[in-house]
Structures are given as structure tokens and as C-alpha cells.
């Protein structure tokens, strides 16, 4: 094809535009090194949560004054589909209850439902990374129901970049994970 007519020309602005592309980051896979017995056998993970700025594909973070601003590269996954499942990974490793988000995989009722509703999910100017927010845990059948608060902040360096954001935020939710388990399960 002749590049210099006009319909070269469109031919060869629509293969750069293919092959352009958003950089997006993955969070590390997580290996809690916790073991917290649990009190439910099994237990579904009800989709986290998330604000508005978190629930987006950008990469928040927050400034000195308290603007959150979107760093440029994006998330891998969705925010909250992502959180869920490693959750539910990281539940089940310290516990070794049979855990899965939902809806429920299994023939029977899980014995438990965990919620999550996160209140801050971001890197913030004070060098850490924050996930912040309740968890409440209802049993199935009978039992006491659970909830409590949290706000767990893990350092990121001066100069952080997207993918030190995406590595705190797995820590965070490990670290989420083993609390839920021992105050909640």
C-alpha cells in the first residue's frame, strides 16, 4: 500500500491506534504467611466495596492538601473484582476454610458472608498506601454477627511508582485479610 495517499495515510493512522495502549498494573499475588483458625468452614466474599474514585481504573493518589489526582497508568483488573478475589485467596490460605466471592460456587449455603465497604483506597502524600474502612461478617445460621473498622497503611517509597502502588496495595489487602480473620472469623 502507498502510505502517501489519503487513504494510505488513514490506513497508517488507524494501525497507530491500534497499536497505542494504555499501561495498566497488575497487583503481585499475595502469600500470607498467617494461620488464624476460623469458626465457619466456608465463607462468601460479597464484592468489595469501593468509593467512587477507587472503583474507577485509575491509579489515585492524594496530595499534601488532600486532592486526589489520577497517576496516569491504570489497574489491571477491576479495582473491586480484584480486591474480592484476593481476598478470598488470601481468607482461605490463613484460615483454610473454603472461601470464594460471589455468588456462591457450591451446592450448599456458606456457613458465613463477609462485606467489605472500603472508605479510602490510595497512595497518600505521607508515603504510605491506605485501605481504610468496615467489615462485617454474618452467619448463615444463627452465630453472632461481626463487623469492625479498619485502616491499614503500608510505606511506599519517596519516589513511588505505579507499580510500588500496585505492590502496597496487595500487602494492604493481605494485611486486611489476616485482621477480618482473627476479629471477625
Known sequence: MNWTTPLG???????????GGDIRYATP?????????SAYATLEVVEVQ????AASEDIFVADAG???????PLWADDPARAMTLQLARDLSAITGAQVAPEPWPFRDYAAAKLD???EDMLATAAGTFR???Q????????????SGRFAIEVPLAEDADAA??????????????????????
Open 135 to 146: 467489615f462485617f461478617v454474618a452467619p448463615d445460621d444463627g452465630g453472632r454477627d461481626r
Open 116 to 118: 467489605v465497604r472500603l
Open 131 to 133: 485501605l481504610s474502612g
Open 66 to 72: 488532600g486532592a486526589l489526582t489520577a497517576l496516569g
Open 164 to 185: 510500588s502502588i500496585a505492590a502496597a496495595r496487595s500487602a494492604a489487602v493481605s494485611q486486611l485479610a489476616e485482621d477480618i480473620a482473627r476479629r471477625g472469623l
Open 9 to 19: 495515510a488513514l490506513a497508517l493512522t488507524v494501525l497507530a491506534a491500534c497499536g
Open 29 to 37: 499475588p499475595s502469600a500470607p504467611e498467617a494461620r488464624v483458625g
Open 50 to 53: 469501593l468509593p467512587t474514585y
